[in-house]
């Protein structure tokens, strides 16, 4: 793959986690002013802003082995910020219906980074061989 390319994908998933935080920064604005609101506001405000600034910080990294795990860490906050998504439908303090978009991206950010993750792990495991 050209770096072109690679330098493309990566600036386009910055811009695309960057903007998941701040979708997460409107939605904690939508939620009820109650008990249940705030705890679940504290949380998913932490693990959906986490998402973009994590994965700026994997591009960063020294090594293939600090990209790995920083990715990983960017997967683990999108996938615990779809649990509070889940928890938010579940427990009706949204309608489902404003989160669908927020739930795919959530799901679709999940699947992008163990996909990358798990390919870093190969082509780290092809070059040792």
Known sequence: MPISELTNRTDALKAR???????????????????????????????GTSVAANYR???????????????GMVEE????????????VETHLLRVT???????EADE????????RKSAIANRQSAIR
């Open 98 to 104: 404003k989160l669908k978009p927020l739930l795919r």
């Open 109 to 116: 950010i999940v699947s992008i980074m163990a996909a990358s």
């Open 17 to 47: 986690t960057k903007d998941f935080a701040i979708r997460v920064f409107h939605l904690v604005e939508a939620l009820p002013k109650s008990l249940q609101g705030r705890a679940v506001a504290n949380q998913i405000i932490r693990s």
């Open 57 to 71: 910080a994997a591009g960063r990294a020294r090594s293939r082995a600090e990209f790995i795990a920083k990715i």
């Open 77 to 88: 906050e999108a996938d615990e910020t779809l649990f509070w998504l889940e928890l938010i």
